[in-house]
């Protein structure tokens, strides 16, 4: 063993010399450099706030910060079922579609058939489930690329849901094809998913923070979240670590069907109908978020907090101009330069590569 | 046979014009010098070879020839006039042309074999992009002819991904040559040819060299510089440690590349042999036309399989792992029935594969060496499927020790490191967790000789230690230096299994090339 002692003190030495390429000697600008990328979105966020906090006397009460954590949580919500197909590589167009569906299928079990709202939030769940295990099963047993499988499963819910209802909207107290009043309506207890408080924390704003926690810890402190990221770095080479990568990925999609369905649980209950257009544009918003919490940290890769972050700032912005007067018809273009800021923190600024390379 | 006479200086044409002067050429990425001021002179006709150990700064310096780095320092004279390699297309225009050792990178997926063999002439707008196939295949067909390819056009018609690996290299070759370039540099062209490629390659490489071309070889095969070069160029820590004229003192070439506590850690390996069988196949048909051979994997030796590219090493690894399915007959292992589905059976039990292809099959961009290390192993660095960071940092910390990795500490990215240490580090994660069958496909392939010796002594270790060690290479000086027991495979069927000690290098090329 004498042999590799001096072998490793050889290694030793000329590693030292090879230091710079390390990363101990970086230049001052290269410093700057990644703490821009590091902590470059966080503080556009932080300058932003204060911005609107001090020019607009409304904008950091407590009501308006909680409206704003509320207005942030479906779009985070979705935002995470989006990441962690990110994080296997792959990318659910799906879930805003999903997000429909539980809106209508919670509208259908309280009015159509009266029952309670618990029922209902078990229906949505098992929406969800089953579009996602749909999913999987295009994805992993068919083999159909993920974006092209989703796609085509999001046209499918699309367009299916309507047909139970012949294209109208649920709400309470409708008027039947056979003349007679719809049974049931939005119960009590279902709507307080929306408007209800935990102390003084509004349920949305618990749900969405109780799941960004969930979501961080699954993917960075367990093995599930770090098979995932092997799945998304390079699939053979985690096939050939032992990893199912099969399993994994449909996992990943049936987690995003699940989220897309809590999201969706949260929209119909702050709408109170069941409203056939809802949740068709939360999709894009949901993967520029995500795409958004890519860079923040510097992480170059999907996550829960940056995920959580680029729907607060989202969220911030519109909230702040609204206040500046600006009209709902530049909200989508405001939203766009969040993104392309962001993206410009990830991608033109960073050094790191960043990997996000849905297959195709 | 007429080695001899090609390797005399006295039969280059007189007299020995230098058409390429590297003059004192630096480079640095960072603060990361690579290239230490390297000058180098290329003469028409001649075969230069250029050796050196991983990271010495090759890859570097050819890149700087084919104009992908135009900031280097120092000059490049071509015909004796300073030149600007601003980009891989001026280095085109000054007669320089390169193949590189990735094909991939090369290759145009999507086109056919004839819009990839006439790509240089689109590009440079000598042909139109739009045009019909039929009308390029004349050029394509004159390109393919310089190498004797004898391509029909049922061949060049086909999308250019149906080609094999050794064909879309001599497709690259070809390409470089339908430009008569002044100047050829090669990048290891032999990685991933088969012995009768080889020496049709070579034929080539003598004709170039007759017709005045100059070639600059890099390789890490001694033998393919005793038979081809006429100079031999040593590149060490980016600098030049040794340079000869034929007849080259192979000795020293080697001492030039190595450091030297290298040379001293080398020692001759006592052949060990094993008795109990750890894996024996029974009926097992390797590749789709070959006879079901049967194959014992004992327990504490070493047994290299050696066989061209095709022979069914690979395939053999593989259907072991668990990797891919066996297409017929069965297997056991420690005596019980063995079939795996999936590789994670094989892990659970022990055994292990180096895949052949380090980047495709075993790195993951941007990850740690900790990480990647324990990735196949999560089990043991978490309780409840939680991950402990102390447990995984001794993991990676143990692996970077104990196979003397070159990294500054085991957070470090992997795809930072060098070939040599980023092969230490998919070798040594599997070696570190006691394995009973540890496969080793390749290990060797673009790795110096440093690497490979430590490499090499850590799997003997581990036969000593009663693992059963196998290495699949087509290389059969380096099985011989590494295996106690030498398998022969031969389009899929076993020609020859021996102890290294009974049978010589030309009883194994012997039996390699009897094709029934």
Known sequence: ?360 | MDDEVVTDPAAAPAPAAEVLNLDDITMAFGGNQVLKGVTVALTAGRVTALLGANGAGKSTLIKVLAGVYPDHGGTVRVGGEPVQMTSPLAAARHGIQTVHQRIDENIVPGLTVAENLVFEEIIRGELPPVRSLRRLLPRAREIADTLDLGWPDSVLTKDVFELGIADSQLLLLARALSQRPRVLVLDEPTSTLSAAEVDRLFALIRRLRSEGVAVLYVTHRLSEVRELADEVVVLRDGRISSSQVAPFDMAAVVRAMLTESVLVQSHELVEQRGHDVAVRLQGVQLLSRCAPIDLELRYGEVTGVVGLIGAGKSELARGVFGADRLRTGSMTFDGRPYRPRHSKDAVRKGIYLVPEDRAAEAMLPGWSLAWTATLPFLGQISRGRVISAAKENRIGREVLEHFGVVATSAAQAVDALSGGNQQKVVVGRWMRAAPRVLLLDEPFRGVDIGARRDISSQAHEQAASGACVVVLSSDVEEIRGVADRIVVLVEGEVRLDRYTSEIDDEAIVTSMSEVA
Not at chain 1, 242 to 259: E, I, K, M, P, T
């Open chain 1, 1 to 360: 063993m004498s042999g590799n002692t001096t072998q490793v003190a050889r290694d030793r030495a000329s590693a030292l010399s090879k230091a710079p390429l390390a990363g101990n000697g970086l230049t001052t600008s290269q410093r700057v450099q990644d703490s821009v990328v590091k902590y470059g979105f966080i503080a556009v966020t932080v300058i932003l706030f204060v911005y609107f906090a001090a020019s607009e006397p409304a904008f950091a009460t407590q009501l308006s910060i909680f409206q704003m954590l509320k207005g942030a949580a479906v779009t985070a919500i979705l935002g995470l079922a989006v990441m962690f197909t990110m994080v296997v590589g792959g990318l659910d167009l799906s879930i805003g579609s999903t997000a429909g569906l539980s809106v209508q299928l919670a509208a259908m079990t309280m009015v159509f058939y009266n029952l309670t709202g618990p029922t209902a939030v078990v229906v949505v769940i098992l929406g969800g489930l089953v579009v996602g295990l749909l999913n999987a099963f295009l994805i992993v047993v068919c083999k159909i690329p993920d974006l092209l499988a989703t796609l085509g499963v999001m046209f499918v819910i699309q367009g299916a849901k309507l047909i139970p209802v012949r294209g109208q909207s649920i709400s309470s107290g409708m008027t039947l094809r056979d003349g007679s009043t719809a049974p049931g309506k939005f119960t009590a207890d279902f709507l307080k998913i929306d408007r209800g408080f935990v102390g003084r924390v509004p349920v949305p704003v618990l749900i969405m923070l109780v799941l960004v926690v969930l979501a961080w810890f699954v993917l960075s402190r367990t093995t599930w979240g770090r098979v995932m990221y092997a799945i998304g770095a390079n699939p053979e080479a985690a096939r050939l670590a032992g990893v199912r990568v099969g399993f994994y990925r449909g996992l990943a999609y049936v987690v995003s069907g699940l989220l897309a369905s809590v999201g969706g649980l949260i929209l119909v209950s702050r709408i109170g109908q069941g409203d056939v257009n809802a949740g068709s544009s939360s999709l894009l918003e949901a993967v520029a978020v995500a795409l958004v919490g890519t860079s923040v940290l510097g992480m170059g890769k999907p996550n829960a907090w940056g995920t959580l972050l680029g729907a607060l700032l989202v969220s911030i912005v519109l909230t702040g101009l609204t206040m500046k007067g600006l009209q709902y018809y530049h909200q989508d273009t405001a939203k766009g330069v969040v993104l392309l800021v962001a993206l410009l923190f990830s991608f033109t600024i960073s050094r790191r590569k960043v990997r996000y390379t849905p297959a195709t």
